[in-house]
């Protein structure tokens, strides 16, 4: 049964600093691993999608790795800013029915001025 | 670009009473579905659909129902509804699981 970590739950760091935010998942048959981010009592948006066969993807300031062998995924976030404040989610499809994704409970990433 | 509506945004039920959470794409997406967020539970999908007439239950179905008559739309009826049910909902759609979901932002619910 696929299940998905992020550690740390919570982080709060000095606005500018370079971070890494951490998801495991325990069944490295996946066909995608998905980033979202989620703003207080806000929805969910999409941030990064990498497929199996990719290694990495960059949007901006941000960068997904994937280690499929290792079961873990990175999002790197450059040079904080106070507006990255927000929790951050991976999500991966379940891979006996792709049509449901298998979520973690996210890191709440504060950045502080 | 509206992507994925959900309404109504906010909405408080007495236990008993039925509603319909409405769902709506405009990216010509087969694949649509229904997720709830609790605290420290995290995302669960409700029921998921795979195109136009095709239903599917997911992990916490019971108390809700789906239909899929158009591509667009995918309305999630509480039945009766009871304090269990509070919650944030969230609806997804994709052209195939391989793109990656758009997520709406969601209807928060209060059943007293």
């Known amino acids: 049964k696929q299940e998905v970590t992020q550690i740390p739950a919570a982080l709060s760091v000095p606005e500018g600093e370079n971070l890494v935010l951490n998801c495991s998942f325990t069944?490295?048959?996946?066909?995608?691993l998905q980033w979202f981010r989620q703003d207080p009592g806000k929805g969910l948006t999409s941030l990064l999608l990498?497929?199996?066969s990719q290694r990495e993807q960059t949007s901006g300031r941000l960068n997904a790795s994937l280690d499929k062998s290792s079961g873990r995924s990175t999002l790197y976030i450059a040079a904080s800013q106070p507006g990255d404040s927000a929790t951050y989610l991976c999500a991966v499809p379940n891979a006996g029915n792709n049509r449901k994704l298998i979520w973690g409970l996210g890191t709440s990433l504060a950045v502080n001025p | 670009n509206a992507g994925v509506t959900q309404t109504p945004k906010f909405q408080v039920l007495k236990t008993g009473q039925s509603m319909t959470l409405q769902c709506a794409q405009d990216m010509n997406h087969e694949y649509m579905s229904w997720y709830r967020q609790d605290p420290g539970m995290g995302l669960r999908l409700i029921h998921y659909?795979?195109?136009?007439?095709?239903?599917d239950q997911g992990e916490v179905p019971n108390g809700y129902n789906v239909s899929r008559s158009t591509t667009e739309d995918f309305p999630l009826r509480l039945l009766s509804a009871a304090p269990s049910q509070t919650s944030v909902y969230f609806c997804a759609s994709s052209k195939t699981p391989n793109y990656g979901y758009t997520f709406g932002s969601g209807t928060r619910l209060t059943v007293v």
């Open positions: 990498i497929q199996s």
């Open positions: 069944d490295s048959a996946i066909y995608n």
């Open positions: 659909s795979v195109g136009a007439g095709i239903t």
